[in-house]
């Protein structure tokens, strides 16, 4: 039965109380008046960033034990499952905002660990744009909407993002991977998570060992191209919670491997860079990441309000055996996520919501406060007590420790000299990248250089550029058209060319993802041949490719052999940027039907222009031609198993075909 919120029965949830049938509504309607005043609470503070996120349950599960190093149970139990939750976000952007912006993604993890909660509060990008958290709200101010218009939503392409980071040296390590590919995931299931700062851990001896988290998808990286994310952000805004909740949905649970970079205080004393810069990276070839364990995402959130909404990450949930260590950007995130769950979540008791709750027994002597939900009907709720000998006290055994780091030195507001080598590692990260990563970040960096209206603005950035790397600043510049000098900016340290390039640091490097998981679209006519849509159906099922059917119908066609296929798209609800790769079984009368449908070519078009590997049957011809499809390896004849088409769609993108098809600066 309906009820009130006080467990009232309703009897008409339609038809609010009135004096006649057409007479006014009375202010005794305690129904409708419960109804709207609840509804006008429902929404509360979203995120100031990462607002627009989704999230899924799953497990951690320990591989390889760290006995010895860390005396936490999540750390050193194999086998044992931790229950977690994982919230994927963009930062800039407002809860409703696309999914593929061009945006660093959050990768913020609860494990319900049996010491309490652990939370891995990271980001897809191993560096990040500062080096002390009390410049973090500017940052954030300049890259949200400008404040006396209203805009650009969820995205940097402006001014005052651009005026912001020109002033600020210490960015442009980030601003290399923020204007790389990394900022337009494919999907969160192919992106990997970085915990960023040095953390310790501790044994059981009280030893330290130094610690940066990663967690690498066993789904392989994988970008958009810049135009593809445009258009899916048009056609398709929930494109990635779509693509998680679909794969969770079917059974295809995506997994991440967690690595450690481990290494000591004179360890970190030899590194090139100081590691407690949050804008410094320590390359895999340096230090190598061990793998520990794997976290698999298995079930979707039953309420995305309750969980999604209201869980609340803060980075210093960590578990004995994990601490901090002194880099500046952390020790403020300390603080702020604690104060910002406060604002959102309204109560201190925001730890009784049950997404937050720890999973473990746990015992506090705090009390009362807005939405109190426990009974607590304990008569003493302090320590020490002869009253209450049984009561939860203390356990200098099993308890958090901190780390006893000495610690020295005048108060003051200084930054470590070791902290001002701005440049070097941007550049080994450009360098580090293929030909088209690069282009790629020539051409983000155009792009967005071309929305800043201030010529003073985009001038400094160039400056910066060439300090990067001269070729990279040139380029930009031509790609802008700036004739005049680059000046270079000022820089503290001298850019070292001397850094060995690191592979690690590039997508493309380590090869075409997998082809599990991805998706074909396929695009039939009527009286398409059978034998070329089963094949690639059958060939894709073996593969763990999901297929799509577009057709000029929803209600689909009837191939050749009169066997009808529904259809899963319409023609113009199916773009073709919505897939990994695609393939068109046309006969000749559909293909000359697309030929003539300004979306058909569009849709043909983009597949091509996106790198996609195209497989047709010979009547789908016409199509193509119309469509500027040039014959090159990606373009590959459907026959009846669909083996060569497979075969090529394994390689992924057609890189080879980028410089026909857009300028490369
Ligand atoms: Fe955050 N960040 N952040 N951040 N952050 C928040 O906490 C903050 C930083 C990250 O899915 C806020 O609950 C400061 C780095 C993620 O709910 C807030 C500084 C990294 C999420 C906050 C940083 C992150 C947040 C806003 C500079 C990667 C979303 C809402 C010192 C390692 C978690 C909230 C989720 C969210 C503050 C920098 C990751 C305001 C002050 C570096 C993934 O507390």
Redesign the pocket.
């Known amino acids: 039965m309906l009820t009130t919120a006080q467990g009232i029965p309703v009897a008409d949830d339609h038809n609010s109380l009135k004096a006649g049938p057409r007479g006014p509504t009375l202010l005794e309607d305690v129904i409708l008046r419960e109804k709207i005043f609840h509804f006008d609470h429902e929404r509360i503070p979203e995120?100031?960033?990462?607002a627009r996120?989704l999230?899924a349950h799953g497990y951690f599960e320990l591989t390889d034990s760290l006995e010895g190093i860390k005396r936490a149970k999540i750390l050193t139990e194999v086998g044992v499952k931790t229950p977690l939750f994982a919230?994927?976000?963009t930062?800039a952007g407002n809860r409703g905002s696309v999914d593929l912006a061009r945006d660093v993604r959050?990768?913020?993890v609860k494990m319900y660990t049996s010491e309490g909660n652990w939370d891995f509060?990271?980001?897809n990008i191993p560096v990040?744009f500062?080096q002390d958290?009390i410049k973090?709200p500017d940052l954030i101010h300049a890259v949200k909407e400008e404040p006396d218009r209203g805009f650009p939503q969820a995205a940097s392409a402006h001014d005052t993002f651009w005026d912001w980071i020109a002033c600020s040296p210490e960015a442009m390590h980030m601003v290399m991977w923020q204007m790389s590919d990394r900022t337009i995931p494919r999907s969160m299931r192919m992106m990997q998570g970085?915990?960023?700062?040095s953390f310790r851990l501790i044994n059981a001896e009280g030893k330290s060992t130094f610690v940066k988290f990663h967690w690498t998808p066993k789904q392989g990286l994988q970008s958009a191209v810049w135009d593809e994310a445009v258009k899916i952000n048009g056609v398709d805004p929930d494109f990635h919670r779509r693509d998680l909740y679909n794969a969770i949905e079917m059974g295809d649970f995506p997994e991440w491997e967690l690595g450690v970079q481990l290494f000591t205080e004179e360890e970190a004393a030899g590194f090139d860079f100081d590691h407690l810069a949050?804008t410094k990276l320590i390359p895999e070839e340096v230090v190598p990441l061990r793998t520990i364990g794997r976290m698999v995402l298995d079930r979707n959130p039953s309420n995305v309000f309750a969980e999604t909404e209201q869980?609340?990450?803060c980075t210093q949930n960590v578990v004995p055996g994990i601490d901090f260590s002194d880099d500046p950007?952390?020790q403020?995130?300390n603080f702020?996520?604690l104060?910002?769950?406060l604002k959102?979540l309204g109560s201190p008791n925001f730890t009784q919501l049950p997404i937050n709750a720890p999973k473990c027994p746990f015992a506090t002597m705090q009390r009362d406060g807005h939405m109190q939900m426990g009974l607590q009907p304990e008569r003493v709720t302090y320590t020490p007590s002869l009253l209450d000998p049984k009561g939860p006290r203390e356990s200098h055994s099993a308890g958090y420790r901190s780390f006893a780091a000495p610690v020295e030195g005048r108060k003051l507001r200084e930054r470590s000299a070791t902290f001002s080598d701005h440049y070097s590692q941007a550049r080994q990260f450009f360098v580090s990248q293929t030909k088209p990563e690069q282009d790629h970040i020539v051409g983000a960096l155009v792009f967005e250089l071309s929305k800043v209206d201030a010529p003073v603005v985009r001038a400094a950035m160039l400056g910066h550029l060439v300090n990067i790397d001269p070729a990279l600043g040139e380029r930009v510049a031509a790609g802008l058209g700036h004739d005049a000098p680059i000046v270079p900016a000022t820089a503290a340290v001298p850019t070292r060319e001397d850094l060995e390039l690191s592979p690690r640091l590039s997508i493309l490097a380590s090869g075409p993802p997998p082809l599990n998981g991805r998706k074909i679209g396929l695009l039939v006519t009527d009286g398409a041949d059978a034998g070329s849509v089963h094949g690639v159906m059958a060939a894709a099922k073996a593969a763990g490719v999901v297929v799509a059917v577009i057709a000029p119908r929803l209600g689909g066609v009837t191939l050749a052999d009169g066997s009808k296929l529904a259809a899963h798209h319409q023609l113009a609800g199916g773009p073709s940027v919505l897939f990994d790769t695609v393939a068109i079984a046309a006969s000749a009368d559909g293909s000359a039907k697309l030929a003539a449908e300004a979306g058909a070519v569009a849709w043909v078009h983009d597949a091509f222009q996106h790198l996609k590997v195209i497989g047709h049957t010979a009547a789908a011809q016409p199509l193509l031609d119309k469509a500027g499809v040039q014959a090159d390896d990606g373009v590959v004849a459907l026959e009846g198993d669909a083996v060569s088409y497979m075969a090529a769609a394994a390689k992924g993108r057609i890189w080879e075909r980028e410089p026909k098809v857009r300028t490369v600066y």
């Open positions: 995120r100031v960033v990462h996120g999230a919230r994927f976000s930062v959050g990768f913020a509060v990271g980001n990040f500062i958290a973090f970085f915990g960023i700062h949050s869980v609340a990450f950007l952390l403020g995130r702020s996520y104060d910002t769950q959102r």
